[in-house]
């Protein structure tokens, strides 16, 4: 092997490493980016959860004012909410926020016992304002939902899954619907 052929392998060889090496970093960088749009949609679920939860004690101050005999239902409503107040990760908040579902179903099932309530103004507009927190929830999870699967696609797919792998980048989980929210309701006429 001549002086020449040596140079010219040791250059490829170094043009090699250097493409890899630039795309190395590339691939971490998008990872980055979409692993913090992950951690942002997260947010935004929690920062809409608390919105809701905040709702909470005045809608319940209402519904006590009407439906006295009710107790069961509002420390299951306290309850809940102290839940997603205090759930950390994932799974953990999406049990609370099933929980809290629950117990707000629950809750507006008693209101319908009590057609004055219904018609208060005060508890019109605390209605109001939960459906729209429910709203914004419902469109975070699908913000959240839509970064995690797109972040998940990446690190799974070859080659971005080597250096995901190198780099410690793992998958994130995707807010479910409970099992209370799969059941399909019955009607009946």
Same mark, same amino acid.
């Given at each position: 092997?001549?002086?020449?052929?040596?140079?010219?392998?040791?250059?490829?060889?170094?043009?090699?490493?250097?493409?890899?090496?630039?795309?190395?970093?590339?691939?971490?960088?998008?990872?980055?980016?979409?692993?913090?749009?992950?951690?942002?949609?997260?947010?935004?679920?929690?920062?809409?959860?608390?919105?809701?939860?905040?709702?909470?004690?005045?809608?319940?101050?209402?519904?006590?004012?009407?439906?006295?005999?009710?107790?069961?239902? +509002?420390?299951?409503?306290?309850?809940?909410?102290?839940?997603?107040?205090?759930?950390?990760?994932?799974?953990?908040?999406?049990?609370?926020?099933?929980?809290?579902?629950?117990?707000?179903?629950?809750?507006?099932?008693?209101?319908?016992?009590?057609?004055?309530?219904?018609?208060?103004?005060?508890?019109?507009?605390?209605?109001?304002?939960?459906?729209?927190?429910?709203?914004?929830?419902?469109?975070?999870?699908?913000?959240?939902?839509?970064?995690?699967?797109?972040?998940?696609?990446?690190?799974?797919?070859?080659?971005?899954?080597?250096?995901?792998?190198? +780099?410690?980048?793992?998958?994130?989980?995707? +807010?479910?619907?409970?099992?209370?929210?799969?059941?399909?309701?019955?009607?009946?006429?």
């Amino acid at each position: 092997m001549n002086m020449e052929t040596g140079t010219i392998i040791l250059i490829v060889i170094v043009a090699i490493v250097v493409l890899l090496l630039i795309y190395g970093v590339s691939v971490y960088n998008s990872l980055v980016t979409l692993k913090n749009r992950v951690k942002n949609g997260w947010a935004q679920i929690e920062v809409q959860l608390k919105n809701r939860a905040d709702l909470i004690p005045n809608l319940v101050e209402t519904v006590k004012g009407y439906a006295i005999h009710e107790k069961e239902v +509002f420390e299951n409503v306290t309850k809940a909410r102290s839940q997603v107040l205090n759930a950390k990760g994932v799974d953990e908040t999406m049990k609370a926020d099933a929980a809290m579902n629950s117990a707000l179903g629950r809750l507006l099932v008693t209101v319908e016992a009590y057609p004055e309530l219904k018609a208060n103004q005060n508890f019109l507009s605390l209605q109001a304002e939960l459906k729209d927190a429910e709203e914004k929830i419902r469109y975070s999870r699908q913000f959240y939902n839509d970064t995690a699967m797109k972040y998940n696609t990446n690190i799974a797919l070859f080659p971005k899954n080597i250096f995901a792998g190198l +780099f410690g980048f793992g998958a994130e989980p995707l +807010f479910e619907a409970s099992e209370a929210d799969r059941v399909v309701p019955k009607v009946q006429f």
